[in-house]
């Protein structure tokens, strides 16, 4: 199992971006996903959470509003698009899953994230 | 949403020794809890679920307990590699509403 997120990048305030998660070494098709970020020296705050059909999607309130996850199943591939970015969405991205545990959310693997710093 | 407190925020501990870190919640969060483990410059990692099961590959040396508002992970025997940051994290809700405890930095004493 493998997940390898890219996109990360230095931007401006108010500007937005596109984060890319892809699996491999498993059927990324029948897993929920979840992106997790790190803002540096800090801990860690979870971010959105999608189903393995993408049906149902799920935010935090930090992000609500500004923040769209989505996948493509097909490419093996988890996206998300964040617009309006501010100082606080600084940080690392994870994208996450869990496959075995019985929750979505004890996630037992991660990417090693990339990262997204917001300045002016 | 559920707030998750830590404690210690760092506990120095001799190899060897063993190791005790509390996690509480604002509220009952069931069994409905995990525990990761985060060595510097690498992704969190999967340690307890469901408050006491361990995941696949974590060593006996890692336990955890508790239910409601108060759990432990107890890691006896310190290992070099057991040096790092722990964060509990709830996920008692439906639609989602996941959140972590700010983290025990375990050091070498």
């Known amino acids: 199992v493998q997940l390898v997120e890219s996109g990360g990048a230095l931007v401006r305030p108010g500007e937005s971006l596109r984060l890319s998660c892809e699996g491999s070494g498993y059927a990324f098709g029948t897993y929920s996903m979840n992106w997790v970020r790190q803002a540096p020296g800090k801990g860690l705050e979870w971010v959105s959470y999608?189903?393995?059909?993408?049906?149902?999607?799920f935010y935090a309130d930090s992000v609500r509003g500004r923040f769209t996850m989505s996948r493509d199943n097909a490419r093996n591939s988890l996206y998300l698009q964040m617009d309006s970015l501010t100082a606080e969405d600084t940080g690392l991205y994870y994208c996450?899953?869990?496959?075995?545990?019985?929750?979505?959310?004890?996630?037992?693997?991660w990417g090693q994230g990339t990262l997204v710093t917001v300045s002016s | 949403d559920i707030v998750m407190t830590q404690s210690p925020a760092t506990l120095s501990v001799s190899p060897g020794e063993g190791a005790t870190l509390s996690c509480r919640a604002s509220q009952s969060v069931g069994t409905n809890l995990a525990w990761y483990q985060q060595r510097r410059g690498q992704a969190p990692r999967l340690l307890i679920y469901g408050a006491s099961t361990r995941a696949i590959g974590i060593p006996a040396r890692f336990s955890g307990s508790g239910s409601g508002t108060e759990f432990t992970l107890t890691i006896s025997s310190l290992q070099a590699e057991d040096f790092a940051i722990y964060f509990c994290?709830?996920?008692?809700?439906?639609?989602?509403?996941?959140?972590f405890g700010g983290g025990t930095k375990v050091d070498i004493k």
């Open positions: 999608i189903t393995n059909s993408a049906n149902r999607v």
């Open positions: 996450a899953t869990s496959i075995n545990t019985p929750s979505d959310f004890a996630v037992d693997y």
């Open positions: 994290q709830q996920y008692k809700h439906w639609p989602p509403r996941l959140t």
